[in-house]
């Protein structure tokens, strides 16, 4: 069944991506209060201050929606590996029967039988056949129920836009098209009167956790390598006629094009202080 373990997979990184973008959002509205541990005032503070509120909502309500399709996911990984055994356990039970089946679910007796039995055989065959086509549809169904469902959180995430990022049709703000605060360095008072400024604060360089940007210190603290889902297992004839299943069930485009969807959707960097 570990066809579907990259499900569990993406829900364990979206989640980790939700915390880790919060986190780092909130760390970075309060290095923009109160950067250095220092105080500053004036306009351009209260337009920072403003500017990464806002972004802290934001980010708020697309990691809401990373745990809901976290859970979809993990839902999911359930729902269809139980479509899957009903749908194994009725072919099984065919071929305990004496009967075959095919890559395309026919079902064929290879029995011996007199004539006075074949009837009797021929209903058997047709029963056979007629549960395996209804779990069969279970399982497409199962595995549609999910993609759909992922693909609508997917669509959803992405309309989820910070101020000023790039929108359809629209050029972006900046050449880098990352979305950066009005005022993105640290400029004192002392400056602007007597134009000896102090030296502004360098800014972090951005890298990456799951559908955000982030400094590279965090990246380095943060980032795991992303196991690679497990192969399924074979050498019954069940479990050929479950890969069977699964190819026909068409889930890869699918549930893993959502998934993509959602774990690349366009990165937003954190504003420069």
């Known amino acids: 069944m570990g066809h579907t373990s990259y499900l569990d997979t993406a829900a364990s990184a979206w989640r980790q991506a ?37 972004d802290v909502a934001v980010v708020g309500r697309q990691s809401s929606v990373l745990r809901e399709a976290a ?38 007796d290879t029995k011996r039988v007199d004539v006075f039995a074949m009837r009797a055989r021929q209903a058997s065959a047709n029963e056979h056949a007629e549960d395996i ?3 069969a549809d279970r399982l497409v169904q199962a595995d549609t129920h999910v993609g759909q469902r992922l693909q609508a959180k997917a669509i959803e995430l992405e309309r989820m836009k910070f101020d000023g990022e790039r929108s359809e049709g629209k050029e972006p703000d900046s050449p880098s098209g990352y979305v950066r605060l009005v005022d993105n360095t640290v400029r004192h008072d002392a400056e602007d009167k007597s134009g000896d400024g102090k030296p502004k604060v360098p800014a972090p360089a951005p890298g990456q956790i799951g559908p955000f940007a982030v400094p590279k210190s965090v990246e380095d603290a943060a980032e795991k390598p992303e196991a690679k889902p497990p192969a399924a297992a074979g050498g019954a004839r069940s479990r050929q006629r479950a890969a069977y299943l699964t190819k026909r069930s068409a889930r890869a485009p699918r549930t893993r094009c959502s998934t993509h969807r959602l774990r690349t959707k366009r990165s937003i960097a954190p504003a420069q202080v």
Do not use: C
């Not at 986190?23 to 500017?51: V, Y």
């Not at 194994?88 to 890559?103: K, M, R, W, Y």
């Open 18 to 54: 939700a915390t880790a973008s919060e986190n780092l959002f909130n760390e970075h509205r309060q290095n923009i209060s109160s950067p250095g541990g220092t105080t500053w005032e004036g306009d351009a503070k209260d337009a920072a201050l403003d500017r990464v509120t806002a």
């Open 71 to 108: 859970d979809l996911a993990n839902n999911g990984h359930h729902d269809i590996n139980i479509a899957q055994s009903e749908a194994i356990a009725a072919i099984t039970a065919a071929e305990d029967d004496d009967f075959s089946v095919g890559e395309d679910l026919s079902v064929t």
């Open 133 to 135: 086509r209804w779990y």
